[in-house]
């Protein structure tokens, strides 16, 4: 802001969503009050060094830095706020004096500052006990997701086309039905809900529209807490064989992350059916979408995966629905951010909410022998997969067993269509079965050479015939 469009809000003193506090070298007592409050009630900005009638009294310039650190640490402590959250601080001079102004979101959970909840009215900040005002309060946050927190000095032409162009190929790859992507971009985020207008008439571009499209620069400045860190540590257990901090939208994010993923971990040769697919993706793509989508992002705590020879924890700090233990049979899938994970389902790299934490469930045993697998649902939302022999091992022996099963089901798949269609081609063959031409033509040869199966009649117009059973 200007020194005049601050002078003009300070001119319409204090409100709903305005708090003026005097403070000359040490933080107000009751600064978290009002912190806890706008958090609780629909957000709001404090004015540090402004008396309660408007005066400019100004903050000491040497004690400044003090009090930016004061309020970044009393934000973290859990006992002074919980949950914990990132606080914007903008330091501005007017009238050669120095204030600090913090810009208090809206949050998509209820805050307890010394253990107390407080809200917001015209008259000021108020603490409450009220088992009905409490109520009140957690079934308006249901519906509320700090996705759809608005910032309205962000433009169209602060987000990377680029971007919004990948994104519109992923959804005509993998959705083409679906046709947002035929608009152009600015309608495009208009229908997808990155544009819009909250129940205070405000309208702009959301959090959500932020995370996806913005530079990396103009995300670092609005969440400077935002990052996601990831790291493997099976050799060196005093630090890390290797980490990725990752920092920027979320499209690159996922790519970044599921890059690290592939570098680290094996994919063995797995049939689902008769198709074969990559257990590592099934399982890892589906943690690193939930890891984004379903995240808190107004935590000043960073999504986490950490990597070691016989556990595997992915992290990241939540607004908690069922609070403890996930059951993947019984659960109630819930979106945390349903605008993101939406459009992540759209671009094809998550699917319908719930079947994230199925797939892992079912999948994992085929792709670490023995392991476990647990879910929790509280202030941070974790997966955590335990194993009891190391992954190397784990996938020796999936290969072998997985090679060997597959052989015979090859082979019976082989055997069974001759027997259907003795005229068959080898490319049909090929299209039926799903392997190369290389493939089916070594199937053939050791079927020939088991005695299995013979060629009657000229190359071309000949039959199979099929001498054993298997």
């Avoid at 040490?26 to 005066?55: A, H, R, W, Y």
């Avoid at 099976?234 to 980490?243: G, L, P, S, V, W």
């Avoid at 974790?382 to 190391?390: D, E, L, R, V, W």
């Avoid at 997985?402 to 081609?425: A, H, R, S, W």
């Amino acid at each position: 802001m200007t020194e005049n469009e601050l002078l003009n809000v300070i001119k319409k003193g204090e409100g709903i969503n305005i708090e003026f506090k005097t403070c000359s070298e040490k933080l107000p007592q009751s600064l978290f009050e009002t912190v806890c409050s706008f958090l609780n009630t629909k957000g709001g900005m404090i004015f540090l060094g402004i008396s309660d009638n408007g005066d400019i009294t100004g903050i000491d310039m040497t004690k400044v830095s003090k009090l930016k650190k004061d309020i970044a640490n009393l934000a973290n402590n859990a006992q002074k706020l919980s949950p914990s959250i990132y606080i914007p601080i903008n330091e501005y001079k007017v009238k050669n004096k120095i204030i600090l102004v913090l810009e208090i979101y809206e949050s998509s959970q209820v805050h307890t500052t010394n253990n107390i909840i407080y809200i917001r009215n015209t008259d000021g900040d108020f603490k409450t006990a009220n088992p009905v005002q409490i109520a009140k309060i957690v079934n308006r946050k249901q519906t509320y997701h700090t996705e759809q927190k608005i910032f309205q000095q962000v433009e169209f032409h602060d987000f990377q086309t680029e971007l919004i162009e990948k994104a519109k190929r992923l959804i005509r790859q993998n959705n083409p039905g679906n046709h947002l992507w035929e608009l152009n971009n600015q309608e495009f985020l208009k229908r997808i809900g990155f544009y819009t207008r909250n129940e205070e008439n405000k309208h702009g571009y959301t959090l959500a529209a932020i995370l996806f499209f913005a530079s990396d620069s103009l995300i670092q400045t609005l969440l400077p807490n935002y990052k996601f860190e990831i790291l493997i540590n099976r050799d060196n257990i005093d630090r890390y064989d290797d980490r990725l901090t990752v920092r920027t939208n979320l499209i690159d994010a996922f790519d970044l992350l599921m890059s690290f993923i592939e570098k680290h971990m094996p994919d063995p040769f797995f049939l689902d059916g008769s198709e074969r697919i990559s257990l590592r993706s099934k399982i890892f793509r589906e943690l690193i979408s939930n890891l984004i989508s379903h995240r808190e992002y107004l935590s000043p705590f960073p999504a986490s995966v950490i990597i070691t020879r016989k556990r595997i924890e992915f992290s990241n700090p939540n607004n908690p629905i069922i609070f403890g233990k996930i059951d993947p049979e019984s659960f109630t899938p819930a979106a945390k951010n349903p605008l993101i994970n939406k459009l992540m389902i759209q671009m094809g790299r998550a699917e319908d909410i719930g079947s994230g934490i199925r797939n892992v469930s079912k999948y994992l045993p085929y792709y670490l022998k023995n392991a476990t697998v647990d879910f929790y649902d509280e202030d941070f939302f974790s997966t955590t997969i335990n194993y009891y022999i190391t992954v190397e091992e784990t996938v020796e022996e999936t290969v072998e067993e997985t090679v060997e099963e597959t052989v015979e089901e090859t082979v019976e798949i082989i055997i069974n269509v001759m027997k259907m269609n003795p005229k068959i081609t080898v490319k049909e063959l090929i299209d039926q079965v799903g392997l190369s031409r290389r493939g089916i033509e070594y199937h053939i040869d050791k079927l020939k050479k088991s005695g299995l199966i013979r060629r009657e009649g000229p190359t071309k117009g000949g039959t199979w015939k099929v001498i054993k059973e298997l």
